[in-house]
C-alpha cells in the first residue's frame, strides 16, 4: 500500500511539474514561437539526459516513484557505478527549466504566479513525501535507512 501511495504522490508532482512547464512554454510562445519551440528543446533534451545519466543509477529505478523517470531511465541498462560530478550536474537541467522562463513569466503576473504556487506544491511533494521515503541511498536526498536497497 505504501509503494502505491508514493506513486500517487509521484504522479502528483510530476503532473504539477510538467504543468509549470506548460504555462511556462505557454508565456514564451506568447512572446516568440521560436522562443518557446527552444524551450520545449531544452526540456526534453534536459529530461532525456536527466533520466538515461542520473536515473539509470538508481537501484530501485524498477519501482520509480517518477514514473515517466523510471520509464525513460530503463531504454538503457542499469549502472552499477555512484553517482559522478557529470550525473549531478546532469540534474541542473531542471534548474535550467525552471530559471529561463522567469523573465518572461514575470511579464504576466498570473502566470508567474500559478507557475511558482504549482511548483511550490511540486517541490513540497518530491522533497517531503516521495524523496524522502524512496530508498535510492546512492541519491544525495535519500533520507532514509537504505540497506536493504544495496
Known amino acids: 500500500m505504501q509503494i502505491k501511495k508514493l506513486k500517487v504522490h509521484g504522479s502528483i508532482s510530476m503532473l504539477l511539474f510538467f504543468a509549470c512547464i506548460g504555462i511556462a512554454d505557454y508565456a514564451l510562445f506568447n512572446y516568440s514561437k521560436i522562443l518557446g519551440l527552444i524551450y520545449l ?10 533520466a538515461l545519466t542520473y ?5 530501485i529505478r524498477e519501482r520509480c516513484n517518477h514514473l515517466i523517470l523510471g520509464f525513460v531511465s530503463k531504454l538503457r541498462e542499469y549502472n552499477y557505478n ?6 549531478i550536474i546532469s540534474t541542473l537541467f531542471a534548474v535550467l527549466v525552471i530559471a529561463f522562463p522567469q523573465y518572461w513569466m514575470f511579464e504576466s503576473f498570473y502566470l508567474f504566479l500559478i507557475f511558482w504556487i504549482l511548483m511550490l506544491i511540486a517541490g513540497v511533494e518530491i522533497f517531503f513525501v516521495v524523496c ?11 533520507r532514509v535507512d537504505c540497506e536493504k536497497y544495496d
Open 55 to 59: 536515473c539509470t543509477k538508481c537501484p
Open 82 to 87: 555512484s553517482y559522478t560530478n557529470l550525473d
Open 132 to 142: 524522502s521515503k524512496c530508498g535510492n541511498k546512492k541519491c544525495a536526498l535519500c
Open 41 to 50: 528543446m531544452i526540456v526534453i533534451v534536459g529530461f532525456s539526459f536527466i
